[in-house]
């Protein structure tokens, strides 16, 4: 069975440093306090105090990290495709410059 192959933007792609989730943001937002109060506690023991600190919040914060989260994502989303357009309006300009604009060469064939 062949798997379609989602055309994904490379500006899009995780990994841009951005939490995905509510959770991520409150650890983020928590991460260095958590680990002042805990000296010497691995990041895995970290991890543990801060889901032990969430799973204590009620929905209503649970609710706002995650609107935040999501917000902060659908930003960088905007910012990368609006500079992705860019980028390939500059391209296509200058393929027309040059005179090879491919809508250009598509009419003449």
């Known amino acids: 069975?062949?798997?379609k192959e989602k055309e994904e933007d490379p500006g899009l792609k995780r990994g841009h440093g951005l939490?995905?989730?509510?959770f991520e943001l409150?650890?983020?937002m928590n991460k260095t306090k958590v680990?002042?109060?805990n000296?010497?506690?691995t990041p895995t023991q970290a991890i543990i105090v801060m889901k032990e600190m969430w799973d204590m919040l009620d929905d209503e914060k649970h609710s706002k990290y995650e609107k935040k989260?999501?917000?902060q994502l659908e930003e960088v989303e905007e910012t990368a495709?609006?500079?992705a357009q860019a980028e390939q309006d500059k391209e296509k300009e200058k393929r027309s410059a040059n005179g090879k604009d491919s809508d250009?060469?598509?009419e003449s064939g």
């Not at 939490?19 to 509510?22: E, L």
């Open 19 to 22: 939490p995905r989730n509510g």
């Open 81 to 83: 495709r609006a500079a």
């Open 35 to 37: 680990e002042d109060a």
């Open 39 to 41: 000296r010497g506690c």
């Open 69 to 71: 989260a999501k917000k």
């Open 26 to 28: 409150f650890c983020s």
């Open 104 to 106: 250009s060469e598509a």
């Open 1 to 3: 069975k062949k798997e």
